[in-house]
């Protein structure tokens, strides 16, 4: 007899974009998947192509009760084997606008640990788990036109990192996996700037769970941003500070 293992999986920001893209290839994959964002009917629109396998619930991860929300959707889906998280928000500001700057760090800073911090105590009660989270190539160095998002995307890139180090010593079979993607066309982008080397949802959520599966520790999206990213870390401070970077 064959005996079917089922996968539990939780979307933070599934709502629309790099999230979206996940849910679907998880549900082609055959995991019973728990989505959540702020904007309910889209859920409920993605909720739609496959009610038996998931559930939602809204969830705005800069307000103190979401962890009790995400506990109430890891029950009503199963369990959680993985926790893939894709909020955040970010926009050029090169006039450092306060609400601007500090609505991007309560979203990317105080959210994101809100909820990673949630999803790391859970699996280190149950027996471990996969935490993916999106951060991106603006953590790499500090960006002019976008200072917060940059700063806050290096911070997560940075706690993701401290976690796996914490797992490992605690002995806990927590895996961790940072993807860095580089400009992609979301709502995110949409009307702010040109961006460079702007790359599809659909491509973005093929190579994360390329990277799901394989269980990377970080992943750079995609080969062109692999490049630019090594070529920005070899850049003296000086050379950076006094370089345009080309998004208008």
Not at 41 to 47: F, G, K, P, T, V
Not at 165 to 190: C, K, M, S, W, Y
Request: proline content about 3%; hydrophobic content about 45%.
């Amino acid at each position: 007899m064959t005996v079917m293992i089922m996968k539990h999986a939780i979307v933070i920001g599934a709502s629309s974009g790099i999230g979206r893209e996940v849910v679907l290839r998880l549900i082609e994959e055959g995991w019973n998947v728990g989505i959540a964002a702020r904007r309910q009917a889209l859920l409920e629109e993605l909720r739609s192509k496959a009610p038996e396998t998931v559930t939602c619930r809204e969830i705005d991860v800069c307000k103190d009760t979401a962890p009790e929300v995400l506990q109430e959707l890891i029950a009503e889906t199963g369990g959680m084997e993985l926790f893939f998280y894709a909020s955040g928000i970010g926009r050029k500001n090169v006039d450092l606008e306060p609400g601007i700057e500090l609505s991007t760090v309560a979203t990317n800073g105080l959210g994101f640990v809100r909820m990673v911090g949630e999803a790391y105590r859970y699996f280190s009660r149950h027996g471990g788990g996969h935490i993916v989270c999106i951060t991106s190539v603006a953590g790499t160095k500090g960006l002019g036109m976008a200072p917060s998002y940059s700063a806050t995307k290096a911070m997560q890139s940075t706690y993701l990192q401290a976690l796996e180090q914490q797992a490992a010593f605690r002995h806990l079979n927590i895996r961790v996996t940072d993807i860095r993607p580089g400009f992609v066309d979301t709502e995110l982008l949409r009307g702010d700037a040109h961006y460079p080397l702007l790359m599809n949802t659909e491509s973005v959520a093929d190579e994360i769970m390329d990277a799901i599966r394989h269980r990377r520790h970080v992943w750079i999206i995609d080969w062109r941003w692999r490049i630019v990213t090594a070529l920005w870390r070899r850049l003296p401070r000086w050379v950076w500070r006094n370089l345009r970077v080309a998004i208008k």
